[in-house]
């Protein structure tokens, strides 16, 4: 196959998932807004956490296989 034969990729159908957002918007209850306020703040520490466990991990590793700024 040539490579300029390549179909290309299709687009995620964004319209019907705004679509069903907006609608479902006026069926949220009066406890909506500090049910979500939770879930971002916790979202928010447990993605805070995993990037700090990556920062480690590979300020570890750096250190382990490469040894010192000078062998960089």
Do not use: Y
Not at 2 to 23: E, R, Y
Not at 44 to 63: E, F, K, P
């Amino acid at each position: 196959m040539a490579s300029g034969n390549v179909p290309p990729p299709k687009k995620p159908p964004t319209a019907p998932v705004l679509a069903a957002l907006a609608t479902s918007r006026g069926r949220l209850s009066e406890n909506a807004g500090p049910l979500w306020a939770d879930l971002w703040r916790r979202f928010s520490l447990v993605a805070l956490i995993c990037v700090g466990a990556v920062l480690t991990s590979g300020l570890w590793m750096s250190w382990k296989h490469v040894g010192t700024i000078g062998q960089l």
